[in-house]
């Protein structure tokens, strides 16, 4: 009667596996959770840290470990550091849980910060800080999608938050000169897209000064451009029409 | 003593010489309160059972619970002594370090001071502080040593232990008068000798220096505290018994017929009795003899604690009473706890309100002996003589001194700060059912409180006031605000010091900068307040709405207050913020703001629980800042919203009274956000470990190129070379630019930074020019920007910044930020920014504008606006354009065929900006575009990008926000304030001594990212003997940096593998990266084989 002794096994415990398939084989490598995407971004520079084992393998749950002669048709080396370093590299992984909650934290920061930077609070025409917008985010229930750009989803955020608190994107100050003979038909459609109208001046030309939003700035400048044929002008006075310095109450 | 009506105390207002506005002072937990509480008791407000326990006048809860007082709060009581009967305006103040201000406006509105001292712990630095404040107001201070029962009880001493025990406190105090007096002395002949200096008259032949300071020709024996000058009391508050040697001797010359005056003399010092002689001699000490004060006085205290509470001997205690002559009552005598038959027997024996009041009423001085020097100091604002203002306002200087409430004398009301009170609180808002289903029930719940309800009542029925009552509710009712909900009413505290309030009259207001002598060439003679002075500034009109009573808690309406007297004023919160002048005569000059010894410093920003609950929290701040002498709230460019107070305790108070009170929502207090500046260095010529540098740095150049091309980060169209040019093409290949960064002599960062004013100005007028305007620019500005460029080009000198001040293109962030951006292209000839100074030879406009020349422009304010190493603005940056190819051979085309998201909105809004202006300029030329989207928003994007890169080329550090701070502190906790100012990285500058006392003025600076906290700390560790003030001075460059990494051999061997150790500026810039969302280089878990096998529910 044997006894089964596994005296020689290695058993992998906390694996995280980097799979590649090229030359029409696959392949995997055994890592530590949580570690590929430091390795990724160059935080990790100790590839002992990352990897479990040099091997490569063709099923690591198995643990078959991949042939040689496949290795080197598909990689054309031998050197399996080498070889676990492109894997690393390009091969795609499960991303670990500690490191899906701190891209979306740092997302949810990211996103925070573009909300801050981009809006005022209407009646200060102060912006609010990025801790408020956070906790504002959460107020809302609003979940981080990780593979939308941030700056996409923080105009997404700004539109959800209007409802629940004061707050609109920094009005940008603008100066418009429209040519006298087209200024009154111009002035009609712009009406809408201007916020606040600061000045009006006409003589020759038509000259105002006004607050817009950014969102819209593309069509007034479009609308400008097109109806005038060029004779019309548009100046940007400031991106961002805020407060600034200290104020004492 | 039966209580006092409200008739009584209105009658005994009008008469100034029987009035003492005095307050209590000292250090946290001497027993102010407790004293207070038993002057309160000798009025019937309380009963005296209670006194010492209830702490009346600590009205707030959080008071109540922590056990400090935490506000100055007065009370108005009635005094019979002799033949005479006085009004104490009596005023309890906070004893911690944090409520200081508390203590000044208390100590403003008085004329004298009861300063008590803990028998125990001697002189504490509170105490040195109010002894200070007192001294630099003019008002004169008694001394109560407090708490003499410890001694008997806690420290077991013996009665000749205790007095010697006694006389050192009172050398302590002494002591601290003393050095107050000598540095007085001192700056007077300081300020005689520069006086002296200055009229040019110097002594010149006789060289013989006089080294006696004046001390000695000055006569100070008045200003210290003894006991035979009747202005020191021995006391116990909680036990309710006090005495001054003045009420033994007058026991004792009965008893043992010695005279009353010789006793006096001889009862404190070292005296002893000669009983065979019968006599009293000198020298009791070198005898070994009791001296008097012992064998008289503590023996007979120390025999009774001995047999009440330390042998609780029955019998004995029967002796002591009958031979005392009090009555005690059976129930006292049979209590278990002593400490009540104590009491019931002490308070009989020898009160303690008694033997304070008396001394008040004989040793302060009441509001018609001010002294003539402190109505000038009061009236003096800031470096002004009092000779040099205006005669009307000297002549008020007899008002003052006067103090009359004749109807003609002008009314002179000084309002050291306001206080918030509920509305329901108030006299005239309580209605009379309410009040009295309110008092049936305090009356079943509360008895001690009685007395002062019955009173309550009484004034009540007084018909007068209640129609008046009633009128005032109809007026109230109309105001639909009012009726919204219960909101805060602010009530000034105030003091009359000349003339009669009346209710509704009206008065002007003066600010603090007001001149008096501006008002009066303005106003017509003999005015009112009536009339309309909206033209004067820092002057306004109000009406004294309501005049009140303050007593504790409670609030009784008056009609008028005549002079000498403390009052409450109702309705001025739109007029006074916190502290002002009110007077009839416009003549009257602001008083001196009031002096703090601590000032505001522990910042912290304030966020609503809810976001939408942000206009609540405002106006809850607005309404904080008026009810808090010492708090400061602002809002910062940030949006954030700073509340600065004086210390932990004072912010604790702060958030509570916003929570509960003013803005009534749930508010979260964090540390404030620190601002970070970026910067490039010139190479450093050694590293780390003090190795010489040669060609290393160079090398290190080309082994970054290296790194990028490796890791794939540089393009083709991005190349970096040896010397830190970086030359980058757009995407469409059509443009070129090569950007290098230099740093900027720390000067001109400097002269940059503090001229930011001339530069915007002189941006707005290059604007101007550009469009063909010619705007006038006064000669003023003119010669500021002609100024600032002859200090530039002073300033940057050698060869490299040859002509360089000519070819500035454009400062920035903002347009007028620290930054340059310097034109260095060759064959461009840009007009200067200068060229508004040089408006003669318009000839040399016709080098025109390149296009896109503002395309560059926004790229560079792009990049100086958020540097690389963390999103932070740059500083003292030059960016060097040296090359600029422009191939403008694409086919013109229509720009908006494109739509391009993934740029920078921003960057490709100005785009367009550019774009269009110069399309219509120019009649469309150069609007080439492609699936890049417009040239000018890449030429944007490519200059920033550009100017991020050859940041990064150099070495890159940060800045640091600085706060010079100045901390004063005695000698012996010098050592400590090193320590806590070393740990947080602050820098000493120099420590000097203030002459004539054993304080150090200690200057130093210290990372604004290091100071939350600090303060507190400081205390701490020094116990309150050190105070330190920070004002924001400057930036400065961390020296360290962030980016550094271990290359050679001995740096390895210093610092490790990783360096991580105590990189400050890595510190701070991962913290900045962190807090914005950024990447930061870290790894998620340090170790690998360290993590958690199980899984989450496990």
Known sequence: ?249 | MGHTSLEKIISLQRNPANIRNLCILAHVDHGKTTLADCLVASNGIISSRLAGKLRYLDSREDEQIRGITMKSSAISLHYSHGDQEYLLNLIDSPGHVDFSSEVSTAVRLCDGAVVVVDAVEGVCPQTQVVLRQAWLENIRPVLVINKIDRLVVELKLTSQEAYTHLKKILEQVNAVTGTLFTSKVLEERAEKEEEKEKEGEKPSGDQVYDWSAGLEEVDDSHLYFSPDQGNVVFASAIDGWGFSIRQFAHIYSERMGIKKEVLLKTLWGDFYLNMKAKRIMKGAQAKGKKPLFVQLVLDNIWSLYDAVVIRRDKEKVEKVVTSLGVKVMARDSRHSDPKVLLSAICSQWLPVSQAVLSMVCEKLPSPLEMAAERVEKLMSVGARRFDSLPEQTQHLKTAFLQCSSEEKAPVIVFVSKMFAVDAKALPQHRQRGVLLKAQTHKLKTCPPTLSRLINMQRTRTDLVSLSANMENLTLKDSKPEEEEEPKETFVAFARVYSGVVRRGQRVFVLGPKYDPAQGLSTLPEGCSASDDVSEIPHLSCCSMENLYLLMGRELEELQEVPAGNVLGIGGLEEYVLKSATLSTAPACPPFTPLNFEATPIVRVAIEPKHPSEMPKLVRGMRLLNQADPCAEVLIQETGEHVLVTAGEVHLQRCLDDLRDRFAKIEISASEPIIPFRETVVRPPKVDMVNEELGKQQKVAIIHQVKEEASQGRSSDTLHLDSSGLVTLTTPNRLATVGIRAIPLPQEVTRLLESSSEVIRTLEQVNMSLREGKSLDISVRTLEAISDLKAQLESLLQGRKWRNAVERIWAFGPRRYGPNILLNSVEGYQRPSVWQCLSRGDKASEATALRDFDNSIISGFQLAALSGPMCEEPLMGVCFSVERWDVQSTAPPQHQDSVEDDSTDHEATAESNMEGSSETSARGRVAASSDCYGPVSGQLIAAVKEACRHAFQAQPQRLMAAMYTCEIMATADVLGRVYGVLGKREGRVLHEEMKEGTDMFIIKAVLPVAESFGFADEIRKRTSGLASPQLVFSHWEVISSDPYWVPTTEEEYLHFGEKADSENQALKYMNAVRRRKGLYVEEKIVEHAEKQRTLGKNK
Request: proline fraction near 3%; aromatic fraction near 4%.
């Open chain 1, 1 to 249: 009667m044997s006894i089964f002794t596994p005296t020689n096994q290695i058993r992998l415990t906390n694996v995280a596996v980097v799979r590649m398939k090229k030359g029409g084989k696959r392949f995997e490598i055994a890592c530590y959770k949580n570690k590929v995407m430091s390795w990724r971004s160059g935080a990790e520079k100790d590839l002992d840290e990352v990897l479990q084992t040099h091997s490569v393998f063709v099923n690591v749950s198995k643990g078959q470990v991949a042939k040689k002669d496949d290795l080197t048709k598909a990689f054309g080396t031998d050197d399996l550091t080498e070889i676990c370093k492109q894997i690393l590299a390009k091969g795609e992984l499960q991303v670990s849980d500690k490191e899906r909650q701190s891209q979306l934290e740092t997302m949810f920061r990211d996103i925070a910060t573009i909300v801050a930077e981009k809006c005022v609070n209407p009646e200060t025409k102060r912006p609010y800080t990025v801790s408020l917008i956070e906790r504002a985010m959460k107020d809302i229930h609003y979940s981080v999608k990780p593979n939308k750009s941030t700056k996409q989803q923080a105009l997404e955020v700004i539109r959800q938050l209007k409802e629940s608190m004061e707050i609109q994107r920094a009005h940008m100050r603008l100066r418009l000169v429209l040519p006298a003979k087209e200024a009154k038909r111009l002035k009609e459609k712009l009406k809408p897209l201007l916020q606040v109208v600061e000045s009006e001046d006409f003589d020759e030309e038509l000259e105002m000064v006004c607050l817009v939003d950014p969102g819209c700035f593309r069509e007034i400048d479009e609308l400008i451009r097109c109806e005038t044929r060029g004779r019309g002008s548009l100046e940007v006075l400031s991106l961002k029409d805020v407060e600034e310095g200290d104020e004492k109450l």
